[in-house]
């Protein structure tokens, strides 16, 4: 991410982004420009996607992509890479969603640092917020977090290869594998198994 230089308000902000034809986020005045992803950073968002919104339309909830705001009150104006909400008044503003209940990001050598620590330190001021996912992209890892009842706490349980993702909040189980399917070096790594 690439600082514009600070000072702007939320509503400077917003007025920037309905005209810029790239993505920013928001942190606190800042303003960063957002860089690209990579072909294997948007096979595993897609496969998540595709994941969650067989599991949840029935339950009527909606998940989105990287290209949908999330929002807490003056404090920042993110664009998570998949995240779940439930809440109706979500249904009120088509470009900002502000009570998403799970969050996924898929790590990147340039924003890993901050997707594990300042932003989820943001993210956890959103009382919606149950669980919150940290996928790697390079090799099949996936860091699940649990908010404990009381708020103050979350459980950390890690998913490797073989296991069952188990996201308890919206009823999901699903083998960590079908994340991966389609990324490169996932692929490349099965046909050396089957020539094997």
Same mark, same amino acid.
């Given at each position: 991410?690439?600082?514009?230089?600070?000072?702007?308000?939320?509503?400077?902000?917003?007025?920037?982004? %309905?005209?810029?034809?790239?993505?920013? !986020?928001? =942190?606190? /005045?800042? &303003?960063?420009?957002?860089?690209?992803? +990579?072909?294997?950073?948007?096979?595993?968002?897609?496969?998540?996607?595709?994941?969650?919104?067989? %599991?949840?339309?029935?339950?009527?909830? !909606?998940? =989105?992509? /990287?290209? &949908?705001?999330?929002?807490?009150?003056? +404090?920042?104006?993110?664009?998570?890479?998949?995240?779940?909400?439930?809440?109706?008044?979500?249904? %009120?503003?088509?470009?900002?969603?502000?009570?998403?209940?799970?969050?996924?990001?898929?790590?990147?050598?340039?924003?890993e640092a901050f997707d594990r620590g300042d932003k989820f330190q943001d993210y956890q001021q959103l009382s919606s917020l149950s669980e919150y996912l940290?996928?790697?992209?390079?090799?099949?890892?996936?860091?699940?977090?649990?908010?404990?009842?009381?708020?103050?706490?979350?459980?950390?349980?890690?998913?490797?290869?073989?296991?069952?993702?188990?996201?308890?909040?919206?009823?999901?189980?699903?083998?960590?594998?079908?994340?991966?399917?389609?990324?490169?070096?996932?692929?490349?790594?099965?046909?050396?198994?089957?020539?094997?």
């Amino acid at each position: 991410m690439v600082a514009i230089p600070s000072g702007f308000s939320p509503e400077e902000y917003l007025a920037l982004e %309905q005209q810029s034809q790239i993505r920013h !986020e928001y =942190r606190h /005045g800042h &303003v960063y420009a957002m860089a690209g992803g +990579s072909d294997d950073h948007d096979e595993i968002c897609l496969n998540l996607i595709e994941i969650l919104r067989r %599991q949840v339309r029935e339950l009527g909830c !909606e998940v =989105r992509s /990287g290209n &949908v705001k999330v929002n807490y009150t003056k +404090s920042f104006y993110y664009y998570p890479d998949v995240f779940v909400t439930c809440d109706p008044r979500d249904r %009120q503003d088509r470009y900002v969603k502000r009570h998403p209940q799970l969050i996924a990001e898929v790590l990147s050598p340039g924003t890993e640092a901050f997707d594990r620590g300042d932003k989820f330190q943001d993210y956890q001021q959103l009382s919606s917020l149950s669980e919150y996912l940290l996928i790697s992209q390079t090799e099949i890892q996936v860091e699940y977090y649990c908010r404990q009842p009381s708020q103050q706490s979350w459980n950390q349980t890690i998913y490797r290869a073989g296991d069952l993702i188990q996201l308890g909040n919206i009823g999901l189980e699903v083998a960590v594998e079908e994340l991966y399917r389609g990324v490169s070096w996932f692929l490349l790594s099965l046909a050396t198994a089957l020539h094997s």
